[in-house]
């Protein structure tokens, strides 16, 4: 696997000016304030690390965001590109390709029995907007449940069903869309003492919303499988089965959010696979070619996709299935099975970060709770073990995240680039970062958490 590679990493500062003037001049930046952000100038990438044009390299604990599954500038996927680029560099999507249909296979392939079919979108937003859109029609039915502490993507019914405080500013805008609470054992809403009574009482809750929204007027339940930026919630043993159960028994379709863990992120091709349960629609991006050219998707169940052998779907994009995308997606499959992926991810993540992290916990008064699986974890922060108060208010920001600001900081100055949400920090690196940069980072983490405690 990847090790760091500094080798070659040259100082460039008129570069690194004149990257950041063009960037400032005319790039208008997603979630942000523009003129309270400086975002840093990036010259290349190799493996599990980054670096500037300042010749400072940085370990990658987010995998960019969440989608770098194979890390920067893997080979295979940047030949299949080229390779593809040289041959059909593109082709509509109303006509039949050889690598699309390829990747399609091969994604029906690691998708249940009974799943055959693959929508392709642009990522995970629209493939979230469209596995909405094939429910209702398929059910007759518009109104959709979904968590809150979610996030299912920035178009319009996407950020309608995200749980977390992006939707506020976008509100209203799908009015089908009602929320409830998922299981979290840590703060549960619940009041739960086991996981077990975590979950009968999050499946009675979730029955109750149902029946007091109207079994008749629900479409559509969507998931995250494990949820990601808003916590790193793995779901407690028989909820899901239970909310499958509870889609059979209302006639609703259990769409599965697996655009941040499927692809081997927590060590299955599909996380749900992890969770003895078969959803309808199963929604993907980001893991799928690690990001290298835009892709998401949607795998449909037979019954769902038989439903439009004769009714035409209302639904499509310019670059649905994009040849350039769909290579290193076939590629993505090559690499997974020669390279031992998805066994290496479940090993990591028991053998070296579990451990590591329950021993981190331990050791710092700031850390209140650690969990996940495969290379996906959380650590989440706290004023009090005891009261459980977050290190930072919810949805803080200026002085009132400085806390949370400082250990980040403590951990880029170390050389690591971390993935920092509200109080917690994630564990999300490359899944092919070699064993000795994981726990280099993991040290890093260790570090910067002594400025969390200094915090208390």
């Known amino acids: 696997m990847t090790d760091t590679l500094t080798t070659g990493i040259r100082t ?10 063009a960037d400032r001049g005319h790039v208008f930046h997603s ?61 509509q999507p109303s006509m039949a390709n050889d690598t699309r249909g390829e990747l399609a296979r091969l994604i029906a392939d690691v998708a249940p029995d009974g799943f055959e079919k693959v929508f392709f979108t642009n990522g995970g937003a629209d493939a979230n907007e469209n596995a909405v859109r094939m429910a209702r029609l398929v059910t007759g039915k518009r109104k959709v449940l979904s968590m809150y502490r979610s996030y299912h993507g920035n178009t319009s019914t996407a950020i309608t069903l995200t749980g977390d405080p992006r939707r506020w ?32 009482r999050a499946l009675e809750h979730l029955e109750q919303t149902i029946i007091l929204e109207g079994a008749s007027t629900i479409g559509a339940i969507i998931l995250e499988t494990v949820v990601g930026t808003n916590g790193v919630l793995v779901p407690p043993p028989g909820y899901l089965p239970g909310v499958r159960a509870l889609c059979d028994k209302y006639g609703i379709v259990y769409i599965a959010d697996e655009v941040m863990v499927g692809f081997g992120r927590i060590g299955e091709w599909f996380a749900f696979q992890a969770f003895d349960v078969v959803p309808d629609l199963i929604t993907f991006a980001k893991g799928v070619n690690s990001g290298y050219v835009p892709l998401g998707g949607i795998v449909i169940s037979d019954r769902i996709a038989a439903h439009f052998d004769t009714v035409a779907f209302p639904g499509g994009l310019t670059y649905s299935g994009h040849p350039l995308a769909c290579a290193p997606g076939i590629a993505t499959f090559e690499v997974f099975r020669r390279d031992g992926i998805l066994e290496r991810v479940r090993d990591l993540g028991a053998r070296v970060v579990e ?43 200026g002085a009132d995240a400085a806390p949370m600001a400082a250990v980040a900081a403590a951990c880029k100055k170390a050389g690591l680039w971390p993935f920092t949400h509200f109080n917690r920090v994630h564990v999300a690196p490359p899944l092919v970062i070699s064993e000795d940069d994981l726990v280099r980072g993991l040290d890093i983490l260790d570090a910067a958490l002594d400025v969390a405690d200094a915090a208390l």
């Open 12 to 21: 460039d500062l008129d570069q690194d000016a004149r990257v950041r003037a």
């Open 31 to 91: 979630w942000s304030a523009q003129a309270l952000i400086d975002p840093l100038p990036v010259a290349g990438g190799s493996g599990a690390t980054f670096w500037d044009y300042a010749g400072n390299s940085y370990l990658d604990f987010s995998s960019q965001l969440v989608n770098l599954n194979l890390g920067h500038q893997h080979p295979d996927l940047v030949a299949a590109i080229q390779e593809q680029a040289g041959r059909l560099a593109t082709i």
């Open 169 to 200: 500013a976008n509100e209203p805008a799908d009015g089908s869309v009602a929320h409830f609470f998922g299981p979290y054992a840590y703060r549960s809403p619940f009041h739960s003492s086991s996981p077990e009574e975590e979950t009968a």
């Open 355 to 397: 451990p590591r992290l329950q021993t981190l916990a331990a050791r710092h008064a700031s850390v209140g709770d650690v969990r996940g699986r495969g290379l996906f974890w959380a650590i989440e922060l706290v004023r009090d073990r005891e009261t459980r108060e977050p290190l930072v208010p919810f949805n803080a920001s």
